[in-house]
């Protein structure tokens, strides 16, 4: 009995060893494939710039970097599934404003928490986001369309998912307007421009990377963009703040975390070849026709301190429109 106690307390100890060396990150960090999980489907402006940064990893870290895409309840099926992974460094979330603050405050219950559940890596920037219209509705400006939504017909706008940016800025639009247009939620940027397109519903407040091209080829008309500065994307469509609705700012952030416990030496080295990557002529030439405006710091603490700061903000507006979590 002593000796098999003996045994028994050496195979723990050798195998506390074992999971001893997982927690920090190793020298040769990393030695395997690592994991981007997108959560929205493929297609739109969060998966492809996800793609461009996976490909800039790859060069710098020398390993595969592999994109899966999990999209559904707002972007809370991707961010859940990253926050119970494994904190080895392996697995990232590429996430937006919704995952990383605005579902705190949009969700009854969330099974993970942006600022407790993840450790950030970098802010890669914000991508402004432009109301446009199906062609088949008969209005030209922002006029006509409150004009119209106060007839009492009932239009309805697409949203890349609850508590998207295009959705906020939906919710705000009626608040500041006093409309009441219908919210539509996809799993994703691509599934709501499709509908729109094909006129299921009449409007959206999509990002300025997925309605450019129709915007230019005529088949969706623009209305106003709705960050407070024009985009040069789109630099003859102006702002709502323009238009007169003061201070309308919504546009969508994009963020990389990792599990919280994650070794500091794999996120610092996850960051540095993130920052090299952006540094990329490559990159930075597709980030811009995206409409992207590069994030103010690359450092893991300006993402902390941006996260922090924008719960609160949209927080508050959602209660003073009387937001329902659902």
Not at 30 to 58: M, Q, W, Y
Not at 252 to 274: H, Q, W
Not at 298 to 322: H, N
């Amino acid at each position: 009995m002593r000796l098999r106690g003996i045994r028994l307390a050496l195979g723990t100890a050798a195998m506390a060893g074992v999971l001893g060396t997982v927690a920090p990150a190793s020298a040769d960090f990393p030695d395997r494939p690592l994991k981007i999980v997108v959560p929205f489907t493929a297609g739109g402006p969060t998966d492809a710039l996800a793609r461009n940064l996976a490909d800039g990893l790859r060069q710098q870290l020398n390993q595969t970097v592999v994109i899966e895409n999990k999209g559904g309840a707002g972007a809370n099926i991707g961010a859940e599934f990253v926050a119970n992974s494994p904190a080895d460094g392996y697995t990232l979330l590429f996430g937006t404003s919704g995952p990383l603050a605005i579902n705190t405050s949009l969700f009854k219950k969330l099974n993970y928490d942006p600022v407790k559940s993840f450790d950030p890596v970098i802010m890669i920037g914000k991508l402004p986001n432009v109301l446009s219209v199906h062609p088949s509705l008969p209005i030209r400006d922002m006029k006509d369309l409150v004009a119209l939504a106060k007839t009492g017909e009932k239009l309805s706008y697409s949203s890349s998912g609850t508590g998207a940016s295009t959705h906020l800025a939906g919710i705000l639009f009626n608040a500041m307007t006093g409309t009441d247009l219908l919210h539509v939620p996809y799993r994703g940027a691509a599934p709501a421009m499709t509908d729109l397109l094909g006129g299921q519903v009449q409007l959206s407040f999509s990002d300025v990377f997925t309605s450019a091209p129709h915007i230019k080829a005529g088949t969706l008309r623009p209305i106003a963009v709705t960050t407070v500065e024009r985009t040069s994307i789109l630099p003859d469509v102006p702002t709502f703040d323009e238009l007169g609705l003061k201070g309308f700012d919504v546009s969508v952030f994009f963020g990389v975390v990792v599990p919280k416990g994650t070794p500091k030496g794999a996120v610092a080295k996850l960051n540095a070849a993130l920052v090299e990557a952006l540094k990329d002529p490559n990159i930075k030439a597709a980030m811009d026709r995206q409409g992207i405006i590069p994030a103010a710091s690359s450092t893991p603490e300006y993402l902390a301190q941006f996260m922090v700061s924008e719960i609160p903000r949209w927080r508050d507006v959602l209660k003073q429109v009387g937001f329902e979590q659902q």
